[in-house]
């Protein structure tokens, strides 16, 4: 079996070993972005270990193609219409991230609700000043659209604050939540949310779902948390809330990235910028080989 690995997955020599014990003959491809090497022979090629490698060469051009492992937890940078349509197997990486993801989440909340910006400058100013703004996380209601791996993780971890948690998702019956409303009905579900954070995967149907009639529709004070993809939010109506002061947002993913210089948001005083960034963890790595060799054997 051949195996086509880009430089997605930048693989040591002991875990090409492991993926030739299972029978693959492995070829290397560093850059995604560029032409598919004439050394590789795409027509023999059955499994691919990739991120974004289908934004820049057509799954047709490996006619023998039948799984597909991502480094990614989205499926966004596939064109699953395609993979579907031809019996091509994909797998994403579930569960790799989750754990960083919602330490993220809880982090970019408790900036907020301890007031870490303000120290840090008075740190920076060596200004001794006290805050008697904090808040605590205990008793508060978080609101975790999106009830897969990240969500689930991410409603482990607020429990522990003693938060109330509801979720929002396809499927109503998800453990671990006080309550899941449908998404149909997320306009209530988010209207009473101390906390939202947003977990769920960038599709036609989750484009801008939080709108501005959404958005309007959240408590004041609320903060938003966007850990999942950029385009879930619109980002106009989302500066427009910002701007008038009622919410706070922390956000990781951007409609556009890299963000541009130019964007309104880097400048605003209630919402925290960090560069698709929440996803990096110390355990990924092994957590993510686990799951390809679990995934092609």
């Known amino acids: ?41 795409c027509e023999e090629i059955e499994t691919i270990i990739c991120n974004g490698l289908f934004l820049y060469t057509p799954p047709d ?20 219409d395609y993979m579907d349509a031809h019996g091509i197997k994909v797998f ?20 907020f609700y ?19 703004g904090l808040e605590e996380l205990g008793r508060k209601r978080v609101v975790i659209v999106g009830a897969g791996s990240v969500g689930r993780a991410c409603a482990d971890r607020f429990r522990a604050f003693g938060c109330e948690i509801i979720g929002v998702n396809r499927r109503t019956a998800v453990d671990g ?21 947003f977990c769920l995967p960038l599709t036609k149907e989750t484009e801008h779902i939080a709108n501005a009639e959404l958005l309007c529709a959240m408590k004041d004070g609320a903060v938003i948390v966007n850990i999942s993809r950029g385009g879930i939010i619109d980002t106009d109506a989302l500066i427009t809330e ?27 005083p209630n919402a925290v910028i960090t560069p698709h960034n929440s996803f990096v963890g110390d355990g990924n790595r092994a957590r993510l080989f686990s799951l390809i060799i679990s995934n092609l054997k």
């Not at 051009?61 to 699953?80: E, H, I, Y």
């Not at 149909?184 to 209207?191: G, H, L, N």
């Open 1 to 41: 079996m051949k195996l086509l690995v880009t430089g997605a997955l930048k693989i040591t020599p002991e875990e090409s070993a492991e993926l030739e014990k299972l029978g693959y003959e492995i070829y290397f491809m560093p850059d995604e972005r560029v032409a598919v090497p004439e050394n590789i022979p």
């Open 61 to 80: 051009k490996f006619p023998k193609l039948r799984t597909v492992q991502l480094t990614s937890a989205g499926l966004d940078r596939v064109p699953m």
């Open 92 to 111: 994403n990486a579930r569960g790799v991230y989750s754990a960083p993801m919602a330490e993220f989440a809880v982090c970019s909340v408790l900036d």
């Open 114 to 132: 301890k007031q870490s910006a303000f120290f840090s400058a008075a740190q920076s100013e060596h200004r001794w000043e006290k805050h008697r």
């Open 177 to 197: 939540f006080d309550k899941i409303y449908s998404i149909s009905d997320i306009r209530t579900a988010v209207s009473a949310g101390d906390i939202v954070i």
């Open 242 to 268: 910002l701007k008038s002061g009622r919410l706070r947002a922390a956000l990781d993913v951007f409609e556009q990235e890299p963000l541009d210089a130019d964007s309104e948001l880097w400048d605003l």
